[in-house]
């Protein structure tokens, strides 16, 4: 197991999810862990993760984030920023109804559009560019996004806001493995497929036949968990990839393959 002792991580996205599940697993690999969400903390957190709420689309918070990761860090930059606050707005029965519906462009309310960018693009490169001075001056630093299968290649339906905001994260990505390689940077992404969240659970518990359903698109037969992504995220961040950047680590069991 890759230890990351002595490091300081940021974690968007990390009151639920895979964002959280992210930021237990780098603390119990000894990083000290700075979870960010727009929700309230989890209600139990375990030692080093630090949790700041807060809404990365807001310009003023990643500063703040990162003076507070620095007060923590024991060389006081951020070694490892996980960009993986992001949300997908689509109507669905089995869950509760989203502020905004995703869709086509001819459809969606632009406030809609607007707001998916905000967070899923704008928050990730405020973060982003709030990290970078300490890795630049330090000399060493990873950068990890969450984007999805959906920004490489369409998914089924109309997504329109979510699968452009992905595709704008994974070219950012690569856009700072180039710029910021050499100063000892790395950025990659993870694209997940169907990963099954808390909250996706649920749905599936209330009706098996819809788990089994999206299995059976995957070539691997199953749906993902939380870890197989966090497997991914611990790889990208640890010296085991120290000559892996500006690359997309497909984690969906083989879907890609059978998409369009």
Same mark, same amino acid.
């Given at each position: 197991?890759?230890?990351?002792?002595?490091?300081?991580?940021?974690?968007?996205?990390?009151?639920?999810?895979?964002?959280?599940?992210?930021?237990?697993?780098?603390?119990?690999?000894?990083?000290?862990?700075?979870?960010?969400?727009?929700?309230?903390?989890?209600?139990?957190?375990?030692?080093?993760?630090?949790?700041?709420? +807060?809404? /990365? $689309?807001? !310009?003023?918070?990643?500063?703040?984030?990162?003076?507070?990761? &620095?007060?923590? @860090?024991? %060389?006081?930059?951020?070694?490892?920023?996980?960009?993986?606050?992001?949300?997908?707005?689509?109507?669905?029965?089995?869950?509760?109804?989203?502020?905004?519906?995703?869709?086509?462009?001819?459809?969606?309310?632009?406030?809609?559009?607007?707001?998916?960018?905000?967070?899923?693009?704008?928050?990730?490169?405020?973060?982003?560019?709030?990290?970078?001075?300490?890795?630049?001056?330090?000399?060493?630093?990873?950068?990890?996004?969450?984007?999805?299968?959906?920004?490489?290649?369409?998914?089924?339906?109309?997504?329109?806001?979510?699968?452009?905001?992905?595709? +704008?994260? /994974? $070219?950012? !990505?690569?856009?700072?493995?180039?710029?910021?390689?050499?100063? &000892?940077?790395? @950025?990659? %992404?993870?694209?997940?497929?169907?990963?099954?969240?808390?909250?996706?659970?649920?749905?599936?518990?209330?009706?098996?036949?819809?788990?089994?359903?999206?299995?059976?698109?995957?070539?691997?037969?199953?749906?993902?968990?939380?870890?197989?992504?966090?497997?991914?995220?611990?790889?990208?961040?640890?010296?085991?990839?120290?000559?892996?950047?500006?690359?997309?680590?497909?984690?969906?069991?083989?879907?890609?393959?059978?998409?369009?």
């Amino acid at each position: 197991m890759s230890s990351f002792s002595g490091r300081t991580a940021v974690v968007t996205g990390a009151g639920g999810g895979m964002g959280l599940a992210i930021a237990v697993d780098l603390a119990a690999r000894g990083a000290r862990v700075v979870a960010v969400d727009v929700k309230e903390a989890p209600t139990e957190l375990p030692d080093g993760v630090t949790f700041c709420r +807060g809404d /990365i $689309s807001d !310009s003023g918070l990643a500063p703040e984030v990162v003076s507070l990761a &620095g007060s923590i @860090s024991a %060389t006081g930059v951020v070694d490892m920023l996980v960009n993986a606050a992001g949300v997908a707005w689509f109507a669905d029965p089995g869950l509760p109804p989203p502020p905004f519906v995703d869709g086509s462009i001819v459809d969606i309310d632009p406030a809609a559009w607007k707001r998916v960018l905000d967070i899923n693009l704008t928050g990730s490169m405020l973060m982003t560019r709030a990290v970078l001075p300490g890795m630049r001056a330090h000399g060493a630093g990873s950068l990890v996004h969450i984007a999805s299968i959906a920004g490489l290649r369409c998914a089924d339906g109309a997504l329109d806001a979510y699968q452009v905001s992905k595709a +704008g994260l /994974i $070219s950012l !990505s690569r856009g700072l493995a180039a710029q910021y390689g050499p100063e &000892g940077i790395r @950025s990659n %992404t993870v694209c997940p497929g169907a990963i099954v969240t808390p909250m996706i659970a649920g749905i599936y518990e209330n009706d098996p036949a819809r788990e089994q359903s999206m299995a059976a698109r995957v070539p691997l037969r199953r749906v993902g968990t939380t870890a197989d992504v966090c497997a991914a995220v611990t790889y990208l961040l640890s010296d085991d990839a120290s000559f892996v950047t500006g690359t997309d680590l497909v984690v969906d069991g083989g879907w890609l393959t059978n998409m369009g």
